[in-house]
């Protein structure tokens, strides 16, 4: 990582931030290893809906129900209340508790033996990862020098395809060799013994350290967060206009293993291989050069933190289109590869933006409204609404249903550009 300026190596206390450039690297490759679990556990289940289906009898509209809603519902509701705290204490702390609780809910699925058994697990999965985003985008912000944090937090957003990848690798792999039931258990067992690892590495950092800013006394109040961000409307652009396009995104990575199986023919193991490949490669460059870009252009123009997601967003609906529609699986390898980059292409920059438009001891809980809009709409609907327009189009479609709920999606993406349009016009003033 070149990209990583070194300093001056200086004694530091406990609570400041830490000078040593390789001491960043190992905080951040931490926290880039737990979100990477977050997302194991959240996707998981997306490589496994054939077989659960197939055991408890579902429809989609309760597979739907189960992957989207049954996460979204606590993890937005307690993800306010749980980043107030944080903004008010020590912050490594409660990501290790919430990386504990999330990944026994993850085990606890796999004891499921009905959708209401395996709705209220996956409840308890959406607890413990209330825990665990928002605090690490404060985390980050206070490891990282502004020109470095849409890089940083890029890197950070990794997790999310490759969580993704290997939640659909490993959830088809030991379910091929198993059972679906074990691959929660194992999964989920994996992470309560990162827990003890990251809480012994990770210190805690001085809030607002590398921003110029006396040590705030104490994390400012939810109704005082709320105040400030209702005078900075780019920020209420850009989390709605990221929850449109999870509506889409969330419902892809939920949908798409269940479409190579119905729609290609493939089996369980060579979707989740087929679809892994696709988000590892595809998310990963897509995040990369998002951030990137951001920090290249959005220092002179912080409009661009928006700008460059919003082109993203309406790139991706032709890509989608043709891999959708196209009955080769070369073909739509290729195609699908595109828009999944151009798709997770916001994450550096719009994190990046939100640390800026409040200053540094609100920044766990304005993370967290942004992500209570972004997942309670993106997640919370998007993998239901997919789910449902596929079960409304099936007397019509049969398997081929999911591929034409896919194609209306896209929809989502175009909203979000605007919305990110708009909010682009008041960033420059809102940026602190």
């Given at each position: ?152 937090l890029g890197v950070y957003s990794f997790g999310v395809p490759i ?168 073909l739509s390898f290729a195609f699908f590869l595109v828009p999944v ?92």
């Amino acid at each position: 990582m070149s990209w990583y300026r070194p300093r001056v190596q200086t004694p530091a206390p406990a609570d400041a931030t830490p000078e040593s450039p390789r001491y960043r690297k190992v905080v951040l490759a931490m926290l880039l290893l737990v979100y990477t679990f977050n997302f194991i556990d959240r996707q998981i289940v997306g490589i496994l809906a054939v077989p659960i289906k197939a055991d408890l009898g579902l429809t989609d509209t309760q597979l739907g129900l189960m992957g989207g809603l049954a996460f979204a519902l606590f993890y937005t509701l307690l993800g306010i209340p749980i980043a107030v705290l944080a903004d008010r204490s020590n912050r490594t702390n409660i990501i290790g508790i919430a990386l504990v609780v999330w990944s026994l809910m993850t085990a606890a699925c796999g004891l499921a033996q009905n959708f209401w058994q395996l709705f209220l697990a996956r409840l308890g999965v959406g607890v413990g990862e209330a825990g665990g985003v928002a605090p690490s985008y404060s985390l980050v912000a206070d490891y990282f020098p502004p020109h470095q944090r849409a890089r940083a937090l890029g890197v950070y957003s990794f997790g999310v395809p490759i969580g993704s990848a290997l939640g659909i690798l490993l959830g088809g792999v030991i379910a091929a060799l198993v059972d679906w039931r074990t691959a929660f258990v194992v999964v989920g067992l994996a992470g309560v013994l990162l827990a003890p690892l990251f809480r012994w590495v990770v210190r805690e950092p001085r809030r607002g350290g590398l921003d110029g800013v006396p040590p705030a006394a104490a994390g400012a109040s939810l109704g005082e967060v709320l105040r400030v961000l209702r005078a900075r409307p780019s920020f209420w652009g850009l989390a709605f206009g990221a929850s449109c396009s999870s509506m889409m995104g969330y419902g892809i990575y939920f949908w798409l293993p269940s479409f190579f199986v119905r729609s290609h023919g493939l089996s369980l193991l060579d979707a989740s291989l087929y679809f892994g490949a696709i988000l590892l490669v595809g998310g990963v460059a897509g995040i990369w050069v998002g951030g990137l870009l951001a920090d290249r252009f959005g220092a002179s123009r912080r409009r661009m933190y928006a700008l460059i997601p919003a082109g993203a967003f309406v790139a991706t609906v032709p890509f989608y289109v043709i891999a959708v529609t196209s009955q080769s699986l070369v073909l739509s390898f290729a195609f699908f590869l595109v828009p999944v980059a151009l798709g997770l292409l916001w994450l550096g920059p719009v994190t990046s933006a939100i640390q800026h438009v409040v200053p540094p001891h609100m920044r766990s809980t304005a993370s967290a409204v942004f992500l209570f809009v972004n997942n309670l709409i993106g997640l919370g609907v998007g993998t239901l609404a997919l789910g449902a327009l596929s079960d409304a189009l099936a007397t019509r479609f049969a398997a081929d249903s999911l591929r034409y709920a896919i194609l209306a999606g896209t929809g989502f993406y175009v909203v979000a550009a605007g919305l990110f349009l708009l909010s682009a016009r008041r960033l420059e003033r809102d940026w602190q």
